[in-house]
C-alpha cells in the first residue's frame, strides 16, 4: 500500500524551530518529487515547498523562504522540513505529498497525501 | 497565497449538475495544467482531476474537468450525497514560481 506518515509536530513558541519528517512506504520513492502543504485551522491548502527526486532542486513559497529547508534521504524513504524562525502564522496541519514526476517545477498533480501532523506556534 | 479563485459555495439537490468555477491568470492556468482536489473535513485532500480532465483511478466519471483561458471548472454531476466536500483547484504559478491553490469551494447538497 502506498503511504505517506508525517510526524514532528507539535507545540513550540514563536522564533523556535521544528523538523518535520514524512515516512514513505509502498513506491519508488526516489523516483518522484515531494511536496509539503499546509492547512491552517478552518482555512484552505497552501503550498509551502518541494523537492526534486534527487535533491537538485527545490521550490520554497514566498511567505516561509529563507526560514524552512526542505530535504530528503532516499536511502531511508523520508522528507523532511525545517522549520526556523516560526510564527504564529505557521500554525496549521503540514502535509507531505507525492506527484508523479520527478520535477518540482510544473502543474503534477499531488497524487498521495500523508494524514498530516499539527505544528502549533503560540507562546 | 491564493491566486486562484473560487466561489466559496455551490449547492444542488441529489442528481443534479452542480459546476465549480476557478479563475487564474496567464501566469498560472493560462500556461500550466489544472488539477482538482476533493476533501472532506477532517481528512486529508485526495486527488480528483488531473492535467485538466483526467481521472485517477478509481474516481468516478461523474466528475469532470475543463479549461478555458485562464479559468477551469469542475462539474459535478448526477449529484449525491457523499459528493459534500471542500473541492480546490491548483496549478504552478511561473510568476512564483510556485504551486497555488484555489480559495476553496463548499458542496452542499440540498
Redesign the interface.
Known sequence: EVQLVESGGGLVQPGRSLRLSCAASGFTFDNHAM?W?RQAPGK????VS?ISWNSGST?????VKGRFAISRDNAKNSLYLQMNGLRAEDTALY?CAKTGARIV???????I????TMVTVSS | ??VLTQPPSASGTPGQRVTISCSGSSSNIGS????W?Q?FPG?????LI??NNQW?SGVPDRFSGSKSGTSASLAISGLQSEDEADY?C???DDS?????????TKVTVL
Open positions: 511536496h502543504v484552505g491548502l497552501d503550498w518541494g521550490g520554497y513559497a514566498d511567505s502535509y517545477v510544473g502543474s503534477y498533480a499531488f497524487d497525501w500523508g494524514q498530516g | 497565497q491564493s500550466n495544467s489544472v488539477n482536489y476533501q481528512t486529508a485532500p485526495k486527488l488531473y492535467t485517477p480546490y491548483a496549478a504552478w512564483l514560481n510556485g504551486y497555488v491553490f484555489g480559495t476553496g
